[in-house]
T-cell receptor
Framework: AQSVAQPEDQVNVAEGNPLTVKCTYS??????LFWYVQYPNRGLQFLLK??????LVKGSYGFEAEFNKSQTSFHLKKPSALVSDSALYFC????????????????FGQGTTLQVKP | GAVVSQHPSRVICKSGTSVKIECRSL??????MFWYRQFPKQSLMLMAT?????????EQGVEKDKFLINHASLTLSTLTVTSAHPEDSSFYIC?????????FGSGTRLTVV
């Protein structure tokens, strides 16, 4: 069965400092990994994804994530945090063995609240 | 880019009534629609997956007779919460699967009083 773990409920960081939001996963086949951000009472906005290729994935708003197969991790990072980055972040996974179409279900982690203080 | 329009954004209904939530894909065809439920400050719980013209596949523990899903066309899927009760109050989000990726609606805040 697929699963995703985000071990931190909340991450606090000062503006201008680097940030990391952790994610580990479990799938039976090759993982397709995603990061989304959610602002209050809104849907999810796509940040980035890993399907195959380069382990370092660059996404929207200066975010990036590194796929680490041996550690089954896909941590989200940003070199310099902004107050406007404060939001709820979700890591998600689907089993790549279900094919390349986007019809396989995504399983989400429990979410991590990022708080960036001025 | 691909956009999914979800309506209404907020709805308050009386206990025992039914509420319909619509998700419409704009300028693309949604092969598959996923419906999620989210409790405050919690993760998204997948309720069901629907493919156009087929019956929805419900996740374990989700009452299919209570949460009716219709995916009659490649651009429209609806979720109807029947005989709503206060415990159905939640944030409901749809997500369309397509060659563009997974596109999420903006969510519907349902409050049952």
């Amino acid at each position: 069965a697929q699963s995703v773990a985000q071990p931190e409920d909340q991450v606090n960081v000062a503006e201008g400092n680097p940030l990391t939001v952790k994610c580990t996963y479990s799938v039976s086949g090759n993982p397709y990994l995603f990061w989304y951000v959610q602002y209050p009472n809104r849907g999810l906005q796509f940040l980035l994804k890993y399907i195959t290729g380069d382990n370092l994935v660059k996404g929207s708003y200066g975010f990036e994530a590194e796929f680490n197969k041996s550690q089954t991790s896909f941590h989200l990072k940003k070199p310099s945090a902004l107050v406007s980055d404060s939001a709820l972040y979700f890591c998600a996974v689907r089993d790549g063995g279900m094919g390349s179409s986007n019809t396989g279900k995504l399983i989400f982690g429990q979410g991590t609240t990022l708080q960036v203080k001025p | 880019g691909a956009v999914v329009s979800q309506h209404p954004s907020r709805v308050i209904c009386k206990s025992g009534t039914s509420v319909k939530i619509e998700c419409r894909s704009l300028d693309f065809q949604a092969t598959t629609m996923f419906w999620y439920r989210q409790f405050p400050k919690q993760s998204l719980m997948l309720m069901a997956t629907s493919n156009e013209g087929s019956k929805a596949t419900y996740e374990q523990g989700v009452e299919k007779d209570k949460f009716l899903i219709n995916h009659a066309s490649l651009t429209l899927s609806t979720l109807t919460v029947t005989s709503a009760h206060p415990e159905d109050s939640s944030f409901y989000i749809c997500s369309a699967g397509s060659p563009y990726g997974y596109t999420f609606g903006s969510g519907t805040r349902l409050t049952v009083v």
